[in-house]
């Protein structure tokens, strides 16, 4: 691994969910299961290059390790998604998600190039600037530091 930053771990995450208005929660989700789908395109096309062109062991080892590392990705990334149903549940409200059980078929077997039914509940209400409000205001609380600095919770 690099010398960037690590995530926060599963506890944090949920902890610092909590405060967070809920069509945040669903941009969140629709954030997180873009960037599932884009490991499992980056996947494919990993796996696409070892059948046809990669032409050393060392080198089909090397990538393979890629794709096994996007893969856990996606697992912690679908560990964030349960903690965000959660979340919303703890508050009372119906976790509501298009075609969630197709997403997580496809997720699981890595054959999406596109996820479905990402889109926040309240966008399907007609309520779509509510959730582009909410996302807003979170990257702008996430900026408000002085220039040059940025502050906030980076989920």
Known sequence: ???ESLPISPLAFAE???????PVLYAKVSEIRNSIAHLHRSNAELQSFIDESCESDTEKRELESYIT?????VTAMMERVTLLKAEVESRGQ???ELDEKNNEDKETNGDSHEINGDTPPAAHQGQTTAASRGENASRNTQNAGEEGEEEGVYL
């Open 16 to 22: 610092a969910i909590k405060e967070l208005p809920l």
């Open 69 to 73: 590392e996007n893969k856990d990705v």
């Open 1 to 3: 691994m690099s010398d």
């Open 94 to 96: 119906q976790w509501i």
